[in-house]
């Protein structure tokens, strides 16, 4: 084969492979009974697992086989070994051809501050009964939390003294409804000269609209100020560090993607988020402009959505590129991915420096 060219064949077997590597990282589980004609193959299409206590969430059971036939969905949610839920679906399918098998659940009740996993189970099979050719089995956790994040953390969101600076009025509004108190802002200027608390940026705002933003939250932090930016809107800054850029360089750097989300907490959702199933993200996209190394703010998850920066010797920049607050309503993750960002840019010895290196070259 000559250099460039892919044969078919080849074109073939990536694909399978890649929608192999989609299975695993959506923590799939495809098991057909039987290799001859006419397996059944079942997955959840949904790629989300985190869901709130008390929640009817609908979820479809993507069934294929090459052949027709009638079949017989059966599902069990189950806790702890409790039945919750039983179901049973009677379907047809066309050969070649898939069905989406709706599959309504209600999640148990759940005290404020607590949460637990439920199992769902899938058996399908020819409608002549279970262990005919075909039969195909599906099991999968759920996590269900309650909607409350900040239950029985009074105290705690106190001790970390926010102080929010959020023109484009997408944080602040959603901050009070949950309950958390905080100190507004109401310019760039009032960052100047801040100590001894936590600054929040709210989501969308615009680096190059906002002029000396970039500058301020890089000073506090080099300053030992604790820094989270969320999922800026746009605008092009330096990176610290890069030859040439006067703001102060930190001590360590990464650039992350959504695996950091399952880092910080492995029960929430990296691949895609209620209800459209896709992970929304800003991304930040590293370039080479007039001798300067920048990053520009883009919509999209395509490219790096984290940053996380450290001082020495105890400041720390994060900025988080995925929406947290204008997607608060769908589902759990954005509202416990909160949680964990605001505990990490406290815990300023949490990572090593040497992890934070590696992480930097080795991405």
Same mark, same amino acid.
């Given at each position: 084969m000559s250099g460039g060219a892919l044969t078919w064949a080849g074109r073939r077997r990536g694909h399978v492979m890649a929608c192999l590597r989609l299975a695993v990282l959506?923590?799939? *589980?495809?098991?057909?009974?039987?290799?001859?004609?006419? %397996?059944? #193959? +079942?997955?959840? @299409?949904?790629?989300?697992?985190?869901?709130?206590?008390?929640q009817e969430v609908t979820?479809?059971?993507?069934?294929?086989? &090459?052949? !027709?036939?009638?079949l017989r969905t059966r599902?069990?949610?189950?806790?702890? /070994?409790?039945t919750l839920q $039983?179901?049973?679906?009677?379907?047809?399918? %066309?050969?070649?051809?898939? +069905?989406?098998?709706?599959?309504?659940?209600?999640?148990?009740?759940?005290?404020?501050?607590v949460s637990r996993d439920v199992v769902l189970e899938i058996q399908v099979a020819g409608d002549g009964g279970g262990g005919a050719p075909g039969a195909a089995a599906f099991r999968e956790s759920f996590h269900v939390f309650s909607e409350d994040p900040f239950a029985n953390r009074t105290e705690w969101l106190r001790g970390l003294k926010l102080a929010v600076f959020d023109p484009e009025h997408r944080t602040a509004e959603v901050l009070a409804a949950a309950g958390v108190p905080f100190d507004r802002l109401p310019s760039v200027d009032a960052l100047a000269g801040?100590?001894?608390? !936590?600054?929040?940026?709210?989501? /969308?705002?615009?680096?190059?609209? *906002?002029? /000396?933003?970039?500058? #301020? =939250? !890089?000073? $506090?932090?080099?300053?030992?100020g604790r820094v989270l930016v969320l999922a800026p809107g746009g605008g092009t800054v330096p990176v610290p560090g890069a030859a040439g *850029?006067?703001?102060?360089?930190?001590? %360590?750097?990464?650039?992350?993607?959504?695996d950091i989300i399952s880092d910080l907490d492995k029960r929430l959702d990296a691949i895609g988020w209620p209800p459209t199933g896709v992970l929304p993200a800003q991304s930040f996209v590293l370039q080479a402009?007039?001798?300067?190394? !920048?990053?520009? =703010? #883009? @919509?999209? %998850?395509?490219?790096?959505?984290?940053? &996380?920066?450290r001082y020495v010797p105890a400041g720390r920049l994060v900025v988080c590129g995925f929406p947290v607050m204008t997607s608060w309503e769908h589902g759990p993750t954005p509202r416990y991915l909160l949680v964990h960002l605001l505990e990490y840019v406290q815990e300023h010895d949490r990572t090593q420096q040497g &992890?934070? &290196?590696?992480?930097?070259?080795?991405?």
């Open positions: 959506a923590g799939v *589980c495809v098991r057909p009974a039987s290799a001859q004609t006419g %397996a059944v #193959q +079942v997955v959840l @299409q949904e790629p989300w697992r985190a869901v709130f206590a008390g979820v479809h059971a993507l069934i294929a086989s &090459d052949a !027709t036939r009638a599902w069990r949610l189950s806790a702890e /070994g409790r $039983r179901g049973d679906v009677a379907s047809d399918l %066309a050969p070649g051809a898939s +069905v989406a098998v709706p599959i309504a659940l209600r999640m148990p009740d759940l005290n404020a501050g801040l100590e001894d608390v !936590t600054l929040l940026i709210g989501e /969308g705002v615009s680096f190059d609209a *906002c002029r /000396g933003l970039w500058e #301020q =939250v !890089t000073a $506090r932090a080099a300053a030992g *850029c006067p703001l102060v360089s930190p001590s %360590a750097m990464a650039w992350r993607r959504a402009e007039r001798g300067a190394v !920048t990053f520009a =703010v #883009q @919509q999209g %998850a395509s490219a790096w959505t984290w940053l &996380d920066l &992890d934070l &290196d590696e992480a930097s070259h080795d991405r």
